[in-house]
């Protein structure tokens, strides 16, 4: 990548479920912890859409909802 841009990791909506499912495998080389920022839709209540993001640079979680 190119000094001062960002490293962006996203998942899809099923990648949370999957995972406390335990089904879900991250290759090594897809980790997304490396990543500057970590991007998870969020399907809420099967009719409302959120985004989650972490920063990882700044060890924080920010939650966009429009409802909210």
Not at 2 to 9: A, D, E, H, T, V
Not at 19 to 43: C, G, M, Q, T, Y
Not at 46 to 62: E, S
Request: avoid cysteine; hydrophobic fraction near 40%.
């Amino acid at each position: 990548s190119k000094p001062g841009s960002l490293r962006i990791f996203t998942h899809n909506s099923y990648f949370l479920k999957m995972s406390a499912d335990r089904r879900v495998n991250i290759p090594k080389k897809e980790n997304p912890l490396v990543n500057d920022l970590i991007f998870f839709p969020l399907h809420l209540n099967g009719n409302h859409w959120a985004l989650a993001v972490v920063d990882m640079t700044k060890h924080t979680f920010y939650l966009y909802d429009s409802l909210s």
